[in-house]
């Protein structure tokens, strides 16, 4: 069945780092690729998004590029902000398999003043 | 504003009773989905209804009850037979499931059932 593995965490950063997280996938036929994120206490937002291949989704600085060759899609921000600090989750969905999201175990960021 | 809207948000139970989480959607959404996450974890699915008066148990639906009457509305019953109940529920819902795997899940804020 459909998987998602993302980097174990927590990860801590100072403010201004450079942020990469990992996710790979294993997944049948073509899914969409999301990053949602996670504020204490609330549900989950969606972060960005790609739908095919060498796509790159972006939002707030954050990017992430669906690379199939590799079945990854790592999300990176060139300076995180305190601001930042959230649980991130990869997540992957088809048209199939009654459209259910296939959620990562997310990865909790902290990031320092 | 559409969106999908859980209540209450935080909720208490005594052990051997059944309590009933509320979701509920204007975004016209087909399908709908009940996810448990527990401190530190991801999500684990419990129950989704693709439409209206049909439902599919998840992975861990032991313990847990749904219906979809209406198409906007997706109440979760967490019933006593459910062994440890204490957790963040979380409900969500997507366009059209056999056509849209492009879209994203649109998720509720959540609620925090405690069990006392």
């Known amino acids: 069945g459909d998987s998602v593995t993302q980097m174990e965490g927590p990860v801590t950063l100072s403010e201004e780092a450079f942020l990469t997280i990992n996710c790979t996938y294993t997944a049948t036929g073509y899914p969409s690729l999301f990053w949602y994120v996670q504020y204490p206490g609330e549900g989950l937002q969606l972060l960005l998004k790609?739908?095919?291949?060498?796509d790159k989704g972006s939002n707030k600085g954050f990017e992430a590029t669906y690379r199939k060759e590799t079945t990854s899609f790592h999300l990176e921000k060139g300076s995180v902000q305190v601001s930042d600090s959230a649980v991130y989750f990869c997540a992957l969905r088809r048209g199939t398999n009654a459209g259910k999201s296939t959620f990562g175990d997310g990865t909790t960021l902290t990031v320092k003043p | 504003d559409g969106g999908i809207t859980q209540s209450p948000k935080y909720l208490f139970r005594k052990e051997g009773q059944n309590v009933t989480l509320s979701c509920e959607q204007n975004?016209?959404?087909?399908?709908m989905y009940w996810y448990r996450q527990d401190p530190g974890q991801g999500l684990r699915l419990i129950y989704y209804s693709q439409i209206v008066n049909d439902f599919q148990k998840g992975d861990i639906a032991e313990g847990y009850s749904v219906s979809r009457e209406k198409k906007e509305s997706f109440p979760l019953t967490v019933t006593s037979a459910q062994k440890n109940p204490t957790a963040f529920y979380l409900c969500?819902?997507?366009?059209?499931?056999?056509?849209?795997?492009?879209?994203?899940?649109?998720f509720g804020q959540g609620t925090r059932l405690t069990v006392v």
């Open positions: 969500a819902s997507n366009p059209s499931w056999s056509s849209q795997g492009n879209t994203e899940a649109f």
């Open positions: 975004l016209n959404h087909d399908a």
């Open positions: 790609a739908t095919k291949a060498d």
